[in-house]
């Protein structure tokens, strides 16, 4: 009977030691199939405590099968997004490190599929608040073995705001980087320039317009006929079907009107341009054109009524 209780007290001390053993610091795990989350070994989170920075507690936790290799790997975010390592169960693959050129902050992980087939990519979302407005972007990773690789990233860095986003912009079951350019013109153009995630294939663009008509509306006056004209000269590429509805004769598209306007200024702000009319008797109009922010000698545009709307008939160089 004393070795039945003995035993039986010998158990119950056992018990609640190995229960003292595991203590699981980790506040937050997502399980990215969205089943129940499974308990951490002691070695992973002997690998988490490894690498934890100084100062910054783990936020976030992303668990799949990111290499298919029957194992599953961990996404560990520390901090607001500070650091973000790959882990497996018994090794630290490596840092999450994204090839965006310019100040921003990350703001959330994902595991993603971008396309028909069953691979999973890490989706690194990121954003800028700064004085040239707001910008966001993403990078995107995949797990080659033990090997962290970049397939691809997109973020506005030559100015600092915009907006990259990654969808299926054209609905074929495959996700496209995504460049949405707001024109600051006067017709607010929208230029959305889409290419296969992992930037592949042609990149194809499609135009929108954003102002209340969701359409081309032909200026009334011809100051706003020869600014629109000039603006368009920016994406003349895409736009070049409108211009030629500015002018009489097609050969004036060709006008080499970036040598007399700043048209990189239309990434920041708008033209900064002076249009002044001279005293032109009917039914011609000419006026004078120039670039405040230029040394350029001025432009003359003359503007002619056809069919109640006012088409450009002759740019030149002014003559002193």
């Not at 009977?1 to 158990?11: P, V």
């Not at 997502?30 to 490894?50: D, G, V």
């Not at 200026?219 to 920016?234: C, L, R, S, T």
């Not at 032109?280 to 120039?290: D, Q």
Request: glycine share 6%; hydrophobic share 35%; proline share 2%.
């Amino acid at each position: 009977m004393i070795k039945i209780i003995l035993s039986f007290t010998l158990l119950i001390t056992l018990c609640s030691c190995t229960k003292a053993n595991v203590n699981v610091n980790v506040s937050v795990i997502e399980e990215a199939t969205k089943t129940a989350p499974p308990q951490q070994t002691q070695t992973l989170e002997t690998i988490i405590e490894s690498i934890q920075p100084d100062g910054l507690k783990v936020t976030k936790i992303v668990e799949d099968n990111l290499n298919n290799d029957g194992n599953k790997q961990s996404i560990v975010v520390f901090g607001d997004f500070a650091r973000i390592f790959v882990v497996s169960e018994s090794q630290v693959i490596g840092e999450l490190k994204d090839s965006i050129g310019v100040a921003h902050d990350n703001i959330d992980v994902r595991i993603q599929k971008l396309d028909q087939t069953d691979k999973k990519f890490i989706v690194l979302y990121s954003e800028q608040n700064g004085m040239d407005g707001y910008g966001e972007g993403f990078s995107i990773f995949q797990l080659n073995g033990d090997q962290i690789e970049e397939v691809n990233y997109n973020f506005p860095e030559t100015t600092g705001s915009g907006t990259r986003k990654l969808e299926d912009y054209d609905n074929d079951g495959i996700y496209d980087s995504v460049t949405y350019v707001d024109v600051n013109d006067t017709q607010s153009h929208q230029l959305i320039f889409y290419q296969r995630y992992d930037a592949l294939g042609e990149e194809k663009v499609d135009l929108q317009y954003t102002n209340e008509e969701k359409k081309f509306i032909y200026p009334a006056e011809p100051e706003k006929v020869i600014k629109n004209f000039i603006e368009d000269f920016h994406y003349k590429e895409w736009l070049e079907e409108e211009l030629k509805q500015f002018v009489d004769n097609e050969g004036l598209i060709h006008f080499n009107t970036e040598d007399y306007i700043n048209l990189s200024s239309m990434d920041y702000g708008g033209l900064d341009i002076r249009i002044h009319e001279l005293s032109v008797p009917e039914p011609n109009k000419i006026f004078l054109v120039k670039d405040e922010s230029m040394d350029s000698s001025e432009l003359t545009f003359t503007l002619r009524k056809i069919s109640n709307q006012w088409i450009i008939s002759k740019i030149e160089k002014k003559t002193s």
